[in-house]
């Protein structure tokens, strides 16, 4: 639950950083009227994200349990490339993803309303899409409610930050927020993938399932409050297998290094405080 809070929070503030930056645009540039178009692209793009969570669940659900390993395991290694890449396209592109997205805004305005909804369907989806596919991989074999109300929870707090933020009613060091949830989701995607390796051996295309590296089961048992903290936060399991931790640190040590290495030159997020 609270990993997809924090999945949640930062990706839905980073839609919500994006929608800021459109709708200030239009307000900066007497086009206020235009906002309508915004709206749609964003409602657009919100229906297509979960038009096609659906879809692959509904899929999901209906293949046989080998072939649901299979799958699961494999969308779960993408997910945890998928935030990877989230993480660190964000960090290169912070500085010119205002003036970036105001281009194509400023252009879109000139061919006519279509454009402006596409603009937005497509910035907004991008990052819905993003969303989606981490919290599926994280919530992948879970059948209780706990990490839909996490991820929605983080999504309505990042909404509720965005629009004070946009309005100037908040100031928030976006920089030192970006990289803290930054480093935290590193640590939750590796879960992920550690996740994804033992599905992928309970279906039998990895060797290695009962060669355990260790077994704290008895310490840290699965169905006790702290063991199911563990395993909702960083996809702790008390008996992994070898290749799970080998999977785990040979992504964990050198992503978190680099990461590290690009917080000691800081870049800071995009900021939207034009009140409309």
Known sequence: M??????G???????????????????KTDRRHDTRYIWIGVGGAIALVVAVFSIVTAVFEQLPFKAQEIVGGSLSILAAGLVTWMIFW??????KLKSSLEGELAHALELGP??????AFVTVGREGLETAAIIWATINGSYTPDPFIGAVSGILVAVVLGYLI???????????FFNVTGALLIVVAAGVLAYG?????????????NNLAFDVTSTIPPDSWYGTLLKGTVNFQPNPSWLQVVAWLVYIVPVLVL???GAKTPVSPPRATVAG
């Open 166 to 176: 946009y309005r100037g009613a908040l100031k928030i060091n976006l920089a030192t």
């Open 259 to 261: 990461y590290r290495r």
């Open 90 to 95: 964000m960090r290169r592109t912070a500085r």
């Open 2 to 7: 609270l990993a997809n809070f924090l999945i």
């Open 114 to 119: 279509l454009a402006i909804v596409t603009v």
């Open 197 to 209: 390796v033992y599905d992928l051996q309970e279906a039998g295309v990895l060797p290695g399932l």
């Open 9 to 27: 929070l930062r990706e839905g503030l980073e839609a919500s950083l994006v929608v800021s930056i459109l709708i200030a645009y239009l307000v």
